[in-house]
């Protein structure tokens, strides 16, 4: 387990998108609440994993963060500097260190450039090298992530979409950044691919010094990878834990309802687990339910939940969960 200094503090992120309607004068007529107040800490060196179901503002938190897209209100701070309302200039100094790596690797890589050129061009951008130098930089990566010299002169559609997220980690890799902010990079790729690029991702991570935001939309991928493990429903934490702690013993109905989706191997423990399944579609954000969000789909959910909105308390040692019948507790 990393337990290194702070290097990413976020608090009580917002970003909600307004939606307008009028033909002569803008209004805003509602908002979808994509992020909606987000707080946590990723120390350096450490995984954090960010999970939840599709809609419920992973990769727009994932873009505040960065700064690819403006927050509505909140903070961001990396190693110490606040990122939200700097500069274009300061943002694009500061980037260096903080890099992403994207879901579709079929979508994020140009298809009209060069291998060599998609990995080399954030190193000559920054300035950080030329000619010869840099193609032997190039080649250093592309023997890093597991591709050969050779692939320097090809075209991204000439690779598998294993191969294709290995260029997206060395395109990432090259200006040597603290943080990578992964927004599901296995989703797309076979199961037994998976296990390839997040075992490569876990290879790169001591030598490079990294600390990783790494998203899923299920339990079962981020378990080995994470240190850490936060629950996002309709655009809020709701757990934040421990890895090991959030699968054995989950506060959250949520949560609960997350891990029986994903089988455990010893079957005596599968018994015991306490079953939950999801009824019903994710709400929307533009309106979403009052009090607790998850009322609508709890089956321990009474009066106050759905008057009172629940605070993200801390009912273990770093054991955050937002829910007023806190389960294993
Ligand atoms: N530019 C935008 N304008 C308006 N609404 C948006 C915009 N981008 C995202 N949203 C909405 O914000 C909500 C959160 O979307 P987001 O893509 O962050 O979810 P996600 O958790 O990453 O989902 P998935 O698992 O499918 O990738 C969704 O309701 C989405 O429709
Ligand atoms: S606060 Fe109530 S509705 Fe929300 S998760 Fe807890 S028990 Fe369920
Ligand atoms: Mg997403």
């Given at each position: 387990?990393?337990?290194?200094?702070?290097?990413?503090?976020?608090?009580?992120?917002?970003?909600?998108?307004p939606i307008?309607?009028?033909?002569?004068?803008?209004?805003e007529?509602?908002?979808?609440r994509?992020?909606?107040?987000?707080?946590?800490?990723?120390?350096?060196?450490?995984?954090?994993?960010?999970?939840?179901?599709?809609?419920?503002?992973?990769s727009?938190?994932?873009?505040?963060?960065?700064?690819?897209t403006?927050p509505?209100?909140?903070?961001?701070r990396?190693?110490?500097?606040?990122l939200?309302?700097?500069?274009?200039?300061d943002?694009?100094?500061?980037?260096?260190?903080m890099?992403?790596?994207?879901?579709?690797?079929?979508?994020s890589?140009?298809?009209?450039?060069?291998?060599?050129?998609?990995?080399?061009?954030?190193?000559?951008?920054?300035?950080?090298?030329?000619?010869?130098?840099?193609?032997?930089?190039?080649?250093?990566?592309?023997?890093?992530?597991?591709?050969?010299a050779?692939?320097?002169?090809?075209?991204?559609?000439?690779?598998?979409?294993?191969?294709?997220?290995?260029?997206?980690?060395?395109?990432a890799?090259?200006?040597?950044?603290?943080?990578?902010?992964?927004?599901?990079?296995v989703s797309?790729?076979?199961?037994?691919?998976?296990?390839?690029?997040?075992?490569?991702?876990?290879?790169v991570?001591e030598?490079?010094?990294?600390?990783?935001?790494?998203?899923?939309?299920?339990?079962?991928?981020?378990?080995?990878?994470?240190?850490?493990?936060?629950?996002?429903?309709?655009?809020?934490?709701?757990e934040?834990?421990?890895?090991?702690?959030?699968?054995d013993?989950?506060?959250?109905?949520?949560?609960?309802?997350?891990?029986s989706?994903v089988?455990?191997?010893?079957?005596?423990?599968?018994?015991?687990?306490?079953?939950?399944?999801?009824?019903?579609?994710?709400?929307?954000?533009?309106?979403p339910?009052?009090?607790?969000?998850?009322?609508?789909?709890?089956?321990?959910?009474?009066?106050?939940?759905?008057?009172?909105?629940?605070?993200?308390?801390?009912?273990r040692?770093?054991?955050?969960a937002?829910?007023?019948h806190?389960?294993?507790?």
């Open positions: 387990m990393a337990n290194g200094d702070p290097l990413l503090e976020v608090t009580d992120l917002i970003k909600h998108f307008k309607s009028g033909v002569v004068i803008d209004r007529v509602a908002r979808v994509a992020v909606d107040g987000v707080s946590f800490t990723l120390r350096e060196g450490e995984t954090l994993g960010l999970v939840g179901e599709s809609g419920c503002g992973k727009t938190l994932c873009r505040a963060i960065l700064q690819l403006t509505t209100s909140g903070s961001v990396f190693a110490g500097q606040e939200v309302g700097r500069s274009r200039r943002l694009r100094a500061m980037r260096r260190q890099q992403m790596i994207f879901q579709d690797p079929f979508a890589l140009n298809p009209r450039k060069r291998v060599g050129q998609i990995i080399g061009d954030p190193l000559e951008l920054h300035g950080l090298a030329r000619g010869g130098e840099l193609k032997r930089r190039v080649q250093d990566l592309l023997d890093r992530v597991g591709l050969q050779e692939h320097y002169n090809r075209f991204p559609h000439e690779f598998s979409g294993g191969q294709r997220q290995r260029i997206g980690i060395a395109r890799l090259a200006l040597r950044p603290k943080l990578i902010v992964a927004d599901e990079p797309a790729l076979d199961v037994s691919v998976q296990a390839q690029i997040i075992n490569l991702l876990e290879d991570q030598e490079f010094g990294l600390s990783y935001l790494f998203v899923a939309h299920d339990l079962g991928v981020v378990r080995h990878v994470s240190d850490r493990i936060a629950v996002m429903y309709l655009g809020k934490i709701v934040n834990s421990g890895a090991d702690e959030l699968y013993k989950p506060i959250h109905p949520y949560t609960n309802a997350l891990l989706a089988p455990i191997p010893d079957p005596r423990q599968n018994a015991a687990r306490e079953r939950l399944v999801l009824e019903g579609d994710v709400p929307s954000p533009i309106d339910p009052s009090g607790c969000r998850f009322h609508t789909r709890c089956p321990w959910s009474t009066d106050v939940c759905t008057s009172d909105e629940p605070p993200l308390l801390d009912h040692p770093e054991h955050l937002a829910c007023h806190p389960r294993n507790v």
